[in-house]
């Protein structure tokens, strides 16, 4: 067998799909413990809307990223994507001037639409108007999971990882009776437990949301104000979220709760009731770009993670690259490989 693959969240999803596009065989262990991707809202937009700029390849990641779900979505005869507008509520009138300018930028233009649009929206809150950006949408990533992983299911274990069980062999590694060339990592923030790789400075960044309840919104559009607003039908929506540095722990507070009611509130003046209050840690880095590549003494044991805040742009094309560099010896961008932080690992 080719890969073992530790880990079953977009990163861990992302290379198995990327295994099976160039023929090649897998087994994937996952705790099922919780993982990012299972609350993330899903949501894909290139672009960064509190600076009216693009995100880091933000093109390029959209380009290839929306195909690839789309395949899968053929293959798996299952609907994962949900394209959508997103309209972006400007804070103040000044704001209309800094999104013209951006909408005439080249690569944002794709996005951006330049009417700035004074209508008012039923149940938002939208004093200075709001500017749409196109191409943009969810992809349900809770769900891709789940029936991704019941495809594969004679090829996934639910499992904790048991990092001392690695054995290197001449010809690849064992790992409690699985005997496989590689094993790429692919946990999100539960990588700080892992002893081969947990020197990298994967700092994580902890997001609280709720899912609401409210059926006057009648909103097909994603909503982005001081947070986004995004429908996942039958009246809920996910509203989001906190970025929290110093609580590293997977419990949701009252004070998260409070802030994110007040950012509804800021946003919509329709009834809504909390369904769900949910958290996670993001696999950000230092630097914010993805980490990626092979351990500096085994060289069949290697790294998938540093999704950030947009794994679900990122995760198709970072998948693609390792994959190359393991297999084709393509080098990795060098703005993503971990050899990077050499210096402090
Ligand atoms: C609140 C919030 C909102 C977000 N919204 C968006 C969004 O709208 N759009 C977007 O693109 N991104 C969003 N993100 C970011 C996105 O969720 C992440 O970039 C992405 O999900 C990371 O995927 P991953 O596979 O690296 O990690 P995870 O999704 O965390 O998956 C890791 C998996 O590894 C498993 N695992 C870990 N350790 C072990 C082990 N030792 N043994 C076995 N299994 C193990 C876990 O069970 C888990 O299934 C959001 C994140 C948060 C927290």
């Not at 693959?5 to 705790?31: M, Q, R």
């Not at 540095?245 to 004070?255: F, H, R, Y």
Request: glycine content about 8%; hydrophobic content about 40%; aromatic content about 10%.
């Amino acid at each position: 067998m080719d890969t073992l693959i530790v880990g079953f969240g977009l990163a861990g999803l992302a290379y198995t799909e990327t295994l099976v596009l160039s023929n090649k065989t897998f087994h994937v262990i996952d705790a099922e413990s919780s993982g990012s991707s299972a609350i993330a809202a899903g949501i894909y937009n290139p672009t960064v809307l509190k600076r009216f700029n693009m995100t880091w390849k933000g093109q390029e990641l959209h380009a290839f990223a929306l195909p690839f779900y789309q395949t899968i979505e053929k293959k798996l005869q299952h609907k994962i994507n949900f394209p959508a507008p997103i309209f972006k509520l400007f804070g103040q009138a000044a704001d209309h001037n800094q999104w013209a300018v951006a909408a005439d930028r080249a690569g944002l233009s794709l996005f951006l639409d330049a009417t700035i649009h004074s209508s008012s929206i039923a149940g938002v809150k939208s004093p200075y108007g709001f500017g749409k950006l196109n191409a943009c949408g969810r992809i349900d990533t809770r769900t891709l999971i789940e029936v991704y992983r019941n495809s594969i299911a004679n090829h996934y274990q639910q499992a904790s990882f048991d990092y001392s069980a690695v054995e290197q062999l001449e010809d690849g590694l064992l790992y409690k009776g699985i005997h496989a060339q590689d094993i790429v990592f692919c946990e999100g923030y539960a990588m700080v437990n892992n002893p081969f790789f947990n020197g990298l400075p994967l700092v994580g960044s902890k997001g609280q949301i709720l899912i609401i309840h409210a059926p006057e919104l009648q909103s097909e559009a994603i909503l982005k104000g001081p947070i986004f607003i995004a429908p996942l039908g039958d009246d809920l929506y996910w509203a989001g979220a906190s970025f929290e540095q110093k609580d590293k722990t997977l419990a949701t507070s009252p004070k998260g709760k409070a802030w994110l009611v007040a950012k509804i509130e800021q946003l919509i003046d329709v009834p809504y009731t909390i369904e769900e209050h949910l958290c996670h840690i993001r696999p950000t880095v230092l630097d914010r770009r993805p980490l990626l590549g092979t351990h500096k003494k085994y060289k069949n044991i290697h790294l998938l993670n540093g999704m950030g805040s947009r794994g679900v742009l990122t995760a198709p094309l970072a998948a693609k690259w390792l994959c190359d560099s393991i297999h084709e010896g393509i080098d990795l961008p060098r703005e993503v490989d971990i050899s990077r932080f050499e210096k402090i690992t």
